[in-house]
Protein backbone atom coordinates (compact mmCIF):
# COMPACT_ATOMS: atom_id res chain seq x y z
CA UNK A 1 0.00 0.00 0.00
CA UNK A 2 1.50 3.59 -0.85
CA UNK A 3 1.81 6.07 1.70
CA UNK A 4 -1.23 8.63 1.75
CA UNK A 5 -0.63 12.23 2.05
CA UNK A 6 -1.47 13.93 5.74
CA UNK A 7 -4.13 15.94 4.95
CA UNK A 8 -4.27 19.24 6.73
CA UNK A 9 -4.84 18.65 10.64
CA UNK A 10 -7.42 19.82 13.12
CA UNK A 11 -8.01 19.36 16.96
CA UNK A 12 -10.51 16.85 17.93
CA UNK A 13 -11.76 16.58 21.80
CA UNK A 14 -13.38 13.66 23.08
CA UNK A 15 -15.02 14.37 26.87
CA UNK A 16 -18.31 13.59 29.19
CA UNK A 17 -18.88 11.28 31.49
CA UNK A 18 -19.33 8.21 29.56
CA UNK A 19 -17.32 5.20 28.54
CA UNK A 20 -15.76 5.72 25.17
CA UNK A 21 -13.37 8.70 24.56
CA UNK A 22 -9.91 6.89 25.06
CA UNK A 23 -11.95 4.08 22.68
CA UNK A 24 -12.28 6.39 19.90
CA UNK A 25 -9.02 8.15 19.79
CA UNK A 26 -7.97 4.62 19.16
CA UNK A 27 -10.29 3.68 16.60
CA UNK A 28 -8.51 7.56 14.96
CA UNK A 29 -5.23 6.08 16.14
CA UNK A 30 -5.87 2.61 13.88
CA UNK A 31 -6.99 4.05 10.95
CA UNK A 32 -4.43 6.16 10.91
CA UNK A 33 -1.85 3.72 11.21
CA UNK A 34 -3.67 1.78 8.64
CA UNK A 35 -2.32 4.14 5.98
CA UNK A 36 0.79 4.44 7.11
CA UNK A 37 0.34 7.51 9.25
CA UNK A 38 2.77 7.60 12.26
CA UNK A 39 1.17 8.27 15.48
CA UNK A 40 2.02 8.60 18.82
CA UNK A 41 -0.33 8.53 22.04
CA UNK A 42 0.50 10.09 25.31
CA UNK A 43 -1.26 8.62 28.56
CA UNK A 44 -1.34 10.97 30.98
CA UNK A 45 -2.53 9.36 34.27
CA UNK A 46 -1.72 5.82 32.88
CA UNK A 47 0.63 3.10 33.78
CA UNK A 48 1.44 0.06 35.56
CA UNK A 49 -1.88 -1.54 34.12
CA UNK A 50 -1.46 -4.29 30.72
CA UNK A 51 -3.89 -2.31 28.88
CA UNK A 52 -4.78 -4.26 25.40
CA UNK A 53 -3.53 -1.42 23.32
CA UNK A 54 -0.06 -1.70 24.48
CA UNK A 55 0.12 -5.06 22.96
CA UNK A 56 -1.35 -3.97 19.85
CA UNK A 57 0.75 -1.22 19.33
CA UNK A 58 4.01 -3.33 19.09
CA UNK A 59 2.11 -5.01 16.46
CA UNK A 60 1.53 -1.96 14.54
CA UNK A 61 5.10 -0.56 15.28
CA UNK A 62 6.78 1.90 13.66
CA UNK A 63 3.26 3.56 12.92
CA UNK A 64 1.96 3.54 16.39
CA UNK A 65 3.46 4.40 19.32
CA UNK A 66 1.84 4.24 22.97
CA UNK A 67 3.38 5.90 25.93
CA UNK A 68 1.91 5.16 29.18
CA UNK A 69 3.67 7.78 31.83
CA UNK A 70 1.61 7.32 34.95
CA UNK A 71 1.20 5.09 37.85
CA UNK A 72 -1.29 3.10 37.79
CA UNK A 73 -2.76 4.35 41.23
CA UNK A 74 -5.60 6.64 40.99
CA UNK A 75 -4.37 10.06 41.36
CA UNK A 76 -5.44 12.58 44.57
CA UNK A 77 -7.13 15.32 42.63
CA UNK A 78 -6.98 16.91 46.03
CA UNK A 79 -3.63 16.59 46.80
CA UNK A 80 -1.47 14.89 44.18
CA UNK A 81 1.78 13.13 45.10
CA UNK A 82 5.16 14.78 43.87
CA UNK A 83 5.93 11.62 41.79
CA UNK A 84 2.23 11.91 40.08
CA UNK A 85 2.73 15.56 39.26
CA UNK A 86 6.35 14.47 37.95
CA UNK A 87 4.96 12.31 36.25
CA UNK A 88 2.38 14.70 34.18
CA UNK A 89 5.07 17.36 33.63
CA UNK A 90 7.24 15.07 31.74
CA UNK A 91 4.48 13.60 29.82
CA UNK A 92 3.54 17.20 28.68
CA UNK A 93 7.14 18.29 27.89
CA UNK A 94 7.65 15.04 25.81
CA UNK A 95 3.67 16.23 24.17
CA UNK A 96 5.01 19.73 22.97
CA UNK A 97 8.40 18.50 22.14
CA UNK A 98 6.38 15.33 19.65
CA UNK A 99 3.88 17.96 18.47
CA UNK A 100 6.53 20.62 17.29
CA UNK A 101 8.81 18.15 16.11
CA UNK A 102 6.30 17.07 13.30
CA UNK A 103 7.68 13.43 13.31
CA UNK A 104 4.10 12.67 14.02
CA UNK A 105 1.03 13.38 11.86
CA UNK A 106 -1.69 12.35 14.33
CA UNK A 107 -0.55 13.39 18.34
CA UNK A 108 -3.32 11.48 21.24
CA UNK A 109 -3.05 13.12 24.58
CA UNK A 110 -5.23 10.33 26.43
CA UNK A 111 -6.58 11.91 29.32
CA UNK A 112 -4.56 15.41 29.11
CA UNK A 113 -8.19 17.29 30.29
CA UNK A 114 -8.09 15.58 33.19
CA UNK A 115 -4.37 16.78 34.05
CA UNK A 116 -5.46 19.73 33.48
CA UNK A 117 -8.37 19.44 36.04
CA UNK A 118 -6.16 17.90 38.55
CA UNK A 119 -3.76 21.18 37.79
CA UNK A 120 -0.70 19.10 36.89
CA UNK A 121 -0.61 20.59 33.60
CA UNK A 122 -1.57 24.25 33.42
CA UNK A 123 -4.51 25.28 31.23
CA UNK A 124 -2.69 28.10 29.56
CA UNK A 125 -0.06 25.94 28.48
CA UNK A 126 -2.82 23.60 26.81
CA UNK A 127 -4.33 26.27 25.17
CA UNK A 128 -1.00 28.11 23.55
CA UNK A 129 -0.61 24.52 22.64
CA UNK A 130 -3.37 24.28 20.50
CA UNK A 131 -3.09 27.76 19.07
CA UNK A 132 0.52 26.94 18.01
CA UNK A 133 -0.04 23.31 16.57
CA UNK A 134 1.96 22.58 13.28
CA UNK A 135 -0.40 22.71 10.18
CA UNK A 136 0.02 19.38 9.25
CA UNK A 137 -0.35 17.37 13.19
CA UNK A 138 -3.75 15.93 13.99
CA UNK A 139 -4.54 16.81 17.60
CA UNK A 140 -6.71 14.60 19.90
CA UNK A 141 -7.35 15.59 23.56
CA UNK A 142 -9.18 12.90 25.59
CA UNK A 143 -10.48 12.88 29.08
CA UNK A 144 -13.44 14.36 31.44
CA UNK A 145 -13.54 18.01 32.43
CA UNK A 146 -12.54 19.98 29.21
CA UNK A 147 -12.35 23.24 30.37
CA UNK A 148 -14.88 25.87 28.06
CA UNK A 149 -11.70 26.93 26.97
CA UNK A 150 -10.31 24.01 25.36
CA UNK A 151 -13.79 23.15 24.07
CA UNK A 152 -14.12 26.62 22.04
CA UNK A 153 -10.68 26.76 20.49
CA UNK A 154 -11.18 22.82 19.21
CA UNK A 155 -12.19 21.89 15.69
CA UNK A 156 -14.39 18.77 16.74
CA UNK A 157 -15.69 18.17 19.39
CA UNK A 158 -17.60 14.97 20.89
CA UNK A 159 -19.35 14.10 24.07
CA UNK A 160 -19.60 10.72 25.74
CA UNK A 161 -22.55 10.62 27.87
CA UNK A 162 -22.98 8.31 30.30
CA UNK A 163 -26.90 6.50 30.54
CA UNK A 164 -26.23 2.76 31.65
CA UNK A 165 -23.38 1.32 32.29
CA UNK A 166 -22.33 -2.01 34.15
CA UNK A 167 -20.18 -1.04 36.30
CA UNK A 168 -23.09 -0.15 38.66
CA UNK A 169 -23.66 -3.15 38.95
CA UNK A 170 -20.58 -4.05 40.28
CA UNK A 171 -18.67 -5.29 37.20
CA UNK A 172 -15.12 -4.87 36.93
CA UNK A 173 -12.81 -3.63 34.32
CA UNK A 174 -12.45 -6.55 31.58
CA UNK A 175 -9.31 -7.43 29.85
CA UNK A 176 -9.63 -6.61 26.33
CA UNK A 177 -12.57 -3.96 26.57
CA UNK A 178 -11.82 -1.79 29.19
CA UNK A 179 -8.48 -2.46 29.29
Request: hydrophobic share 40%.
Amino acid sequence: MKKKKFPKGFIQVYTGNGKGKTTAALGLALRAAGHRFKVLIIQFLKGGIVYGELQSAKKLWPYLTIIPMGRENFVNKKNPDPIDVNMARKAWERAKRSIQSQKYHLVILDEINVAVEYGLVPLKELLALMKNKPENVELVLTGRWAKPEVLRRADLVTEMRGKKHYYKRGIESRIGIER
